[in-house]
């Protein structure tokens, strides 16, 4: 009888090869966003081919997205990115022992499509470094782990057996010879593991080092905030940065070496600027409390907030920059990939507290709420007048559509008067010695006059004001119940400093907010 060839490849099994092809992802997306992280780059492709998603989604989709996941969008969008690589990976591996070459391309195109979103994203050439490590490392790892091996992985051809010194097929295809295969196999998967671990704590590193930071003193510190603007029953008049809210589109935090950063104010200008960081601090200060509100907020929702501000009026950087009296926008630039933000021209120089912010709550401004510098202006939604991580101060006239506002979003964004029910939560329940409702109204820039709570199908009631701490900052309130015990629903409407009382219309938070009273069910005992 013909001896069989003991060379015959011996494949892993199917789930070991399936671990094949998402652990020699992993490795190459693990390295491509370690070097984005060690060169400074926001072009990880995970992170760029995220961004791109962001970019490309029309409106309705972010709407929803905002809307069924809050602030967890972006976490959202990764996991589902990462679910679906993890699937398209696994086939490659199964594949791979069959069909190299397509399994190669397969693996490689993950780089590909980083290095087609890092085109869009700002920088230089070091912005494809990540992609091409992608590419290679990748391809380098299912290389490795596919190779063709022998049943004896190259010993010595056993002895002859059998009466015709044949060797049995089903000896040569034993369990043994596809045990060390697969024992093989996960030992350069585990080896890439620890490559993609590396190389995603390199890319997910708490932070950045960068030169200490000491703030001035105001110039102009922040009003004394009324003991009596507190309602006990409600959270902190101030806002604890912990808490404050954060939409954006950036899928991770931009870290700034403020010794690295500058900001460039040019356009209609006289004298073009570009600021460092510590010339920036040089400048006068002013301390104000502004409350910020995000018009993705639905009625009754959580986007909004407020804190104590601290940063260098626009009124001075007008006069240092010698501004056009022509200009009717400012638009900025984030170095969050290329987000820009177009703010009517009237609104930083009427003479509201409009401000390029470096410190929040007595703090260095934090990461995620825009360091080294953002912009905080009065009586606008965030889209138009909040720019975090700010680059570059272009002031021109209107005709250059931003980043929402090319996608529809009004351009005068002013901030709608609205309010909110905080206590009791929707379905929860009063009693004993603390039979009240409570919340919080806005109307940045106007001031709260009224607020009115309706119970059931009742006359609306006016509820009790908390003392006013200015008319840039919310203000809270409470209403007593004396109604009778069990179910009954609560509405709240506010009245700001002009006369108009919000509508009870439901609109959408597209194009420019959203409208109509909050209401809750709640229990009275």
Not at 96 to 117: D, E
Not at 479 to 486: D, E, N, S, V
Request: proline content about 8%; hydrophobic content about 45%; aromatic content about 6%.
């Amino acid at each position: 009888m013909e001896r069989l060839d003991t060379r015959r490849e011996i494949r892993p099994s199917a789930w070991v090869r399936a671990l094949a092809g998402i652990a020699s992802a992993a490795a190459g997306l693990g390295v491509g966003h370690g070097i984005a992280a060690l060169t400074g780059s926001a072009s990880s492709p995970l992170v760029a081919v995220g961004g791109a998603a962001i970019d490309l989604a029309p409106t309705p989709v972010k709407e929803f997205a905002v809307a069924t996941f809050g602030t967890a969008d972006k976490a959202v969008l990764i996991g589902g990115m990462i679910v679906v690589i993890a699937i398209l990976a696994a086939v490659i591996g199964l594949i791979a022992w069959t069909r190299r070459g397509l399994a190669l391309a397969g693996i490689a195109l993950l780089g590909v499509l980083g290095l087609a979103a890092a085109a869009g994203r700002p920088g230089g050439v070091e912005r494809f470094l990540p992609g091409v490590a992608t590419i290679v490392v990748g391809m380098l790892a299912l290389h490795l782990l596919t190779r063709p091996r022998g049943a004896a992985d190259g010993a010595a051809d056993p002895e002859p057996t059998g009466p015709a010194g044949s060797i049995d097929r089903a000896e040569l295809e034993a369990p043994s010879a596809l045990v060390r295969a697969d024992r093989r196999t996960l030992l350069g998967v585990a080896g890439l593991g620890a490559l993609a671990v590396a190389g995603g704590l390199v890319g997910g590193r708490t932070s950045t080092p960068r030169t200490p930071v000491t703030l001035p003193a105001p110039t102009s510190p922040a009003p004394a905030i009324p003991a009596g603007a507190q309602v006990p029953v409600l959270p902190p008049f101030v806002t604890p940065i912990p808490d404050f809210y954060r939409v954006d589109i950036a899928l991770v935090t931009p870290r700034i070496d403020p010794g690295d950063w500058e900001l460039v104010i040019d356009g209609m200008v006289r004298n073009p600027l570009r600021l460092s960081y510590a010339q920036l601090l040089e400048l006068p200060m002013i301390e104000r409390t502004i409350t910020l509100a995000c018009v993705s907020n639905e009625v009754g929702g959580p986007y909004v907030g407020n804190a104590r501000w601290l940063g260098v009026p626009f009124s001075h950087l007008i006069e240092l920059a010698g501004v056009d009296p022509a200009t009717q926008q400012v638009f900025s630039h984030s170095r969050d990939g290329g987000y820009t933000c177009s703010t009517p021209y009237a609104a930083v120089s009427d003479g509201r507290d409009a401000m390029v912010a470096v410190g929040m709550n007595g703090e260095v401004l934090p990461e995620k709420n825009g360091f080294p510098a953002r912009m905080v202006v009065p009586g606008l939604f965030g889209y138009v007048s909040a720019t975090k991580w700010l680059a570059r101060l272009e002031f021109t006239t209107w005709g250059k559509p931003a980043y929402w506002t090319e996608r529809g979003w009004d351009e005068q964004a002013a901030v709608l008067t609205q309010s909110r029910i905080d206590v009791p939560q929707s379905l929860g329940t009063i009693g004993g010695d603390k039979r009240l409702l409570a919340g919080v109204a806005w109307a940045q820039h106007r001031g709260i006059a009224k607020v009115e709570v309706q119970i059931d199908d009742g006359p609306w009631q006016e509820a009790r004001l908390a003392d006013d701490a200015g008319i840039d900052q919310w203000r809270q309130w409470w209403f007593p119940y004396h109604g009778a015990p069990g179910r009954h629903s609560a509405s709240v409407r506010a009245t700001d400093g002009t006369g108009a009382t919000q509508p009870s219309q439901r609109r959408r938070v597209f194009p420019g907010g959203a409208t109509g009273w909050h209401t809750i069910q709640f229990t009275a005992q």
